[in-house]
T-cell receptor
């Protein structure tokens, strides 16, 4: 079964537009991690959220974790072509090293 | 360069071949992972090693055989694979932070496997 669901599956936006990607779990998460992947390459760590209600920002990307620690969103402000790629949320579902990933969101930014 | 190196980057093999994928990290991490990424499917966790001991085997077919001789090296031995095993195989390592729960995985660039 899929532990983490992401939406949307794909997104095409005009450069300069804002966008949001969502990640939902049916279980309480120990930690929620956001990664970015360029096609055919490895994943690059973006941000980690651990506390309910936590919000972190890096450059134009903001990630939030809800109070119940079951839902997270990734928001990109004023998107640029460099933001294009696949965004994945990942989490420790259980204690220990069972680290699972969401279905991924493919982002295309049109110049 | 993330500190996790995977070789080879590309591999083409027949169904009767035996080959191996290699992963190496010198980040001082004690946990290492194999993931499989197929087109239009989520990343699938295959194996987890913690201090060289296998802690997870996610119902992976026996034609995939992992080996972790030490905390810095991880192998995936491949034998009599099927065309549907063609995928990007990603290795990752981490240093779980115990009480704080933080477990940031660092990934290699992946090995693209094609089974003919």
């Amino acid at each position: 079964s899929q532990e983490l669901e992401q939406s949307p599956q794909s997104l095409i936006v005009q450069e300069g537009k804002n966008l949001t990607i969502n990640c939902t779990s049916s279980k309480t998460l120990y930690g929620l991690y956001w990664y970015k992947q360029k096609y055919g390459e490895g994943l690059i760590f973006l941000m980690m959220l651990q506390k309910g209600g936590e919000e972190k920002s890096h450059e134009k990307i903001t990630a939030k974790l809800d109070e119940k620690k079951q839902q997270s969103s990734l928001h990109i402000t004023a998107s640029q072509p460099s933001h294009a790629g696949i965004y994945l949320c990942g989490a420790d579902i259980l204690a220990g090293n069972q680290f699972y990933f969401g279905t991924g969101t493919s982002l295309t930014v049109i110049p | 360069e993330t500190g996790v190196t995977q070789t080879p980057r590309h591999l083409v093999m027949g169904m009767t071949n035996k080959k191996s994928l290699k992963c190496e990290q010198h980040l001082g991490h004690n946990a290492m992972y194999w993931y499989k990424q197929s087109a239009k499917k989520p990343l699938e966790l295959m194996f987890v090693y913690n201090f060289k001991e296998q802690t997870e085997n996610n119902s992976v077919p026996s034609r995939f055989s992992p080996e972790c001789p030490n905390s810095s090296h991880l192998f995936l031995h491949l034998h009599t694979l099927q065309p549907e095993d063609s995928a990007l195989y990603l290795c990752a390592s981490s240093h779980p932070q115990g009480g704080s729960g933080a477990n940031v995985l660092t990934f290699g660039a992946g090995s693209r496997l094609t089974v003919l």
